[in-house]
C-alpha cells in the first residue's frame, strides 16, 4: 500500500491525552501536519467501567483544554453549554461530573477532529529511519495491521498503560478471567445464559469498589467475593496539600529529583490514587454488606488480608487459591468470572513496572542497558534523530499527573507542542511531501 505524504506528526492512539494534543496542535501550531491512528472503531473512554453513578473523580475545569485555554471551544464548559444542559450540570448535587458524561465529552471533543484519525488502524511496527541519500530527512515509517503505512518525522506514543496482571493470572488466556477495562462486557456475557454466577473480584483500588457495588446490584450475582491484600478497603488521600501533585509546580520538582527521592515521594503519595478509594464508594460497600447481613442475604464477601496463590481455569469454573498472610489459612474457591482490578504498569524496571512499551521494544534495544531517559517536555532517548514523545505514560519520570488523570492533560499537550515547534523544522531541502 502507498504511504501517507511525510507528516510533521504522527499520534500512535486517539484517547484523551491524544486528544488533548490535537486541541493544543490545532491553537498553537495549525502549520504543523498532523495524523493519527487509533485501533479502535471510536473515540471511546473506559467503555468497560462507564458504571452508572460513577464519577471522573476530577474537577470538571481540569479538562481537555481549559487550564491552557481558558477560552477554548473545546472546554467542558462549552460542551455542557452547545448540548443545552449547563445549568441542568450546575444543579446537580455532585462534587464530580458523572463519567458517562465526560466519556460523552470526549466523544464530542473527537468529532471536531475525525478528519485527521484513521480509526480501526493498530500500529503493528515502527521503524526508524535515519536521513541519508535515500531519505532527506529523519523519520519513522509506521506500519498497521491492516498494512496501511505511515511517514513522519515525530511520533506522539499514547496507546495508555499496559494492564497490570499479577503473577497467578500472567498466563491466563481464558475468557472468565478479565481486566477491568472489559468488565462491563464480561459481566454480560456471564449473566446472559441466566442462572445464578459467583463473581470475584480481585484489588483495593476505586475501581474495585465500584465494580463490587456494581455487581453486587445485578440479580444473576448469586455470591460476590473481594479479594484484597490490605487489612480492609483503604480511604483515598484527598487532602489538598497532597493533591497538589496534580500541579505543574510538582511536575518540576518531580523531574528534577533524584531517583531515591522519586521513589521516597511515590512512597508517600502512593494513596491519592492507587490501592485506596473514595469515602463515598467506601461508605455505599460498607452500609451494602451491612444490610445484607440484617436480611440474612449475605451475598457479599470481603476477604482481606488475602494473596493469591493460584488461578486455575476448569471446565466448572475458575479456581482461585488464595492465603491469609496473618492467619496461614488457604482456601480454594470457585468462580463463573473473575475481575482483576489490579491496575496497570508504569515505565521502569522495578514491580508493576515494564521498560519500555512493548512497540518501542526493538527500537530502545539500540540503547542496550542504558536508563530509560524522559525530559520534560516528554520527549523520549530512542538514539535516532527523529524526536518520540510520550502522552501519557510517564508517571515514573513526571509524577502523579501522568497516572490516568485528567488534570494535566491541557498543559502536557502544551509542553508536547512547544517542543515539536523546535523540533520539527521546515527546510526547503527537507519538504513535508518528500
Known amino acids: 500500500m502507498k504511504p501517507t505524504p511525510l507528516l510533521d506528526v504522527l499520534g500512535v492512539g486517539f484517547g484523551p491525552a491524544n486528544i488533548a494534543l490535537a486541541i493544543a496542535l490545532e491553537e498553537l501550531a495549525p502549520e504543523l501536519s498532523v495524523r493519527f491512528i487509533e485501533r479502535r472503531d471510536g473515540p471511546h473512554w473506559q467503555p468497560g467501567m462507564l458504571l452508572p453513578g460513577s464519577d471522573i473523580q476530577n474537577h470538571p475545569l481540569r479538562d481537555l483544554v481549559t487550564p491552557r485555554n481558558p477560552r477554548s471551544r473545546y472546554s467542558f464548559t462549552n460542551f455542557l453549554f452547545e448540548n443545552k444542559r449547563l445549568y441542568e450540570h450546575l444543579n446537580l448535587p455532585l462534587h464530580y461530573p458523572l463519567r458517562l458524561e465526560y466519556a460523552q465529552y470526549v466523544k464530542w471533543v473527537a468529532q471536531f477532529f475525525a478528519g485527521q484519525v484513521d480509526y480501526h488502524s493498530e500500529a503493528s511496527a515502527i521503524e526508524a529511519v535515519e536521513a541519508g541519500v535515500d531519505a532527506p530527512v529523519a523519520h519513522y515509517r509506521v506500519r498497521t495491521a491492516d498494512g496501511r503505512l505511515y511517514r513522519a518525522r515525530s511520533l506522539v506514543f499514547a496507546p495508555g498503560r499496559t494492564p497490570h496482571v499479577p503473577t497467578p493470572f500472567a498466563a491466563i488466556r481464558d475468557p472468565r478471567v ?32 465500584e465494580i463490587l457495588l456494581h455487581a453486587s446490584e445485578q440479580a444473576g450475582v448469586a455470591k460476590l467475593v473481594g479479594y484484597t491484600r490490605n487489612f480492609g478497603y483503604r480511604q483515598k488521600d484527598t487532602s489538598p496539600f497532597s493533591d497538589e501533585v496534580y500541579f505543574p509546580g510538582f511536575v518540576d520538582a518531580f523531574h528534577g529529583a533524584s531517583e531515591e527521592n522519586k521513589a521516597r515521594l511515590r512512597r508517600e503519595l502512593v494513596y491519592t490514587n492507587y490501592s485506596a478509594s473514595d469515602i463515598d464508594v467506601l461508605n455505599q460497600l460498607y452500609v451494602r454488606r451491612y444490610e445484607e447481613g440484617l436480611r440474612q442475604q449475605q451475598r457479599i ?121 523546535q523540533q520539527v523544522t521546515h527546510k526547503l531541502e527537507c519538504p513535508r511531501y518528500a
Open 301 to 421: 464477601e470481603l476477604r482481606t488480608c488475602q494473596e493469591i496463590l493460584d488461578c486455575r481455569p476448569e471446565e466448572a469454573g475458575i479456581e482461585l487459591h488464595s492465603r491469609h498472610f496473618l492467619t496461614g489459612e488457604v482456601s480454594c474457591e470457585r468462580y463463573d468470572l473473575v475481575i482483576l482490578a489490579t491496575g496497570f504498569l508504569d515505565l521502569g524496571n522495578g514491580e508493576r513496572q515494564e521498560p519500555w512499551p512493548p512497540l518501542l521494544a526493538p527500537l530502545a534495544a539500540r540503547l542496550g542497558d542504558l536508563p530509560l531517559s524522559i525530559a520534560r517536555d516528554y520527549r523520549v532517548e530512542l538514539g535516532s534523530a527523529a524526536p518520540v514523545y510520550f502522552n501519557g505514560l510517564c508517571e515514573s519520570s513526571h509524577g502523579m499527573g501522568d497516572a490516568g488523570s485528567f488534570s494535566l492533560l491541557a498543559l502536557r499537550s502544551q509542553h508536547i507542542v512547544d517542543s515539536l515547534v
Open 178 to 209: 478479565q481486566h477491568l477495562n472489559h468488565y462491563l462486557p464480561s459481566l454480560a456475557k456471564t449473566l446472559e445464559d441466566g442462572g445464578e454466577r459467583r463473581v470475584a473480584v480481585i484489588g483495593g483500588s476505586q475501581s474495585a469498589v
